[in-house]
């Protein structure tokens, strides 16, 4: 079946460098996708979301990019900080639909 | 404005007992959804609810879950009788209805069966 998956389960970095977190999906039909956060303990937070007719959206030190063709999705968070340490998650749905799909998620460790 | 409230936060129960869970969605917001995650995996879509109407519960497990939101406000989960597998977090999201697809999410109702 149709999945939203990710590569990787753990990314570590160390603090102040860039992280990239990706997503691939496999749903031709989606056309929104959104990136949530979650921290230990809490609910999924929204971080930034695109829709299919852009490539690039760029938040507040987040930038998400889309790639249709490939059907891959990437977070990418400038500067990290020991507080971006959460499990990243990307979701996805399909035109038409209220319902998001999420995928496993990725660890993300920021070592000080 | 409040965000997505759930209770509990936390529930240990034994085996073959009832749990409610309970979720209060963004005042306004229309479509609620219910989602859970087991430990390690993908938060896995349960139903949506629009207003007071099951609009998509594909995702219920089984007949042990049974979901309710009378009047098109809060919304309960109950799960009755509960089994071991039952152990994971529950999340409560909600958004708009006609609005740009943004859903927001609960902290979650913790359960944990013995």
């Known amino acids: 079946g149709e999945s939203v998956g990710l590569h990787l389960p753990t990314l570590s970095v160390q603090e102040g460098d860039n992280s990239i977190i990706n997503c691939a999906y496999s749903?031709?039909?989606?056309?929104?996708f959104i990136w949530y956060k979650q921290e230990s303990g809490k609910g999924p937070q929204f971080i930034i979301d695109?829709?299919?007719?852009?490539d690039k959206r760029q938040g507040q030190r987040v930038t998400v990019l889309l790639n249709k063709t490939v059907k891959h999705l990437s977070l990418q968070i400038a500067a990290t900080q020991p507080g971006d340490s959460a499990v990243y998650f990307c979701?996805?749905?399909?035109?038409?639909?209220?319902?998001?799909?999420f995928g496993r998620g990725t660890s993300l460790i920021v070592h000080p | 404005e409040a965000g997505v409230t759930q209770f509990p936060s936390h529930s240990v129960i034994e085996k073959g007992q009832t749990v409610t869970l309970r979720c209060d969605p963004i005042?306004?917001?229309?479509?609620l959804y219910w989602y859970r995650r087991v430990m390690g995996k993908e938060i896995k879509f349960l139903l949506h609810?629009?207003?007071?109407?099951?609009?998509?519960e594909s995702g219920m497990p089984n007949n042990r879950f049974l979901a309710e939101r009378t009047g098109g406000t809060y919304s309960t989960l109950k799960v009755q009788p509960a089994e071991l597998e039952d152990s994971g977090v529950y999340f409560c999201?909600?958004?708009?209805?006609?609005?740009?697809?943004?859903?927001?999410f609960g902290e979650g109702s913790w359960l944990t069966v013995v």
């Open positions: 979701a996805e749905k399909a035109g038409g639909s209220y319902i998001p799909t």
């Open positions: 999201a909600s958004s708009l209805l006609g609005g740009p697809g943004t859903i927001y």
């Open positions: 005042s306004g917001h229309d479509n």
């Open positions: 609810f629009v207003k007071e109407s099951k609009q998509d």
């Open positions: 749903n031709s039909a989606s056309d929104y």
């Open positions: 695109i829709r299919s007719n852009m």
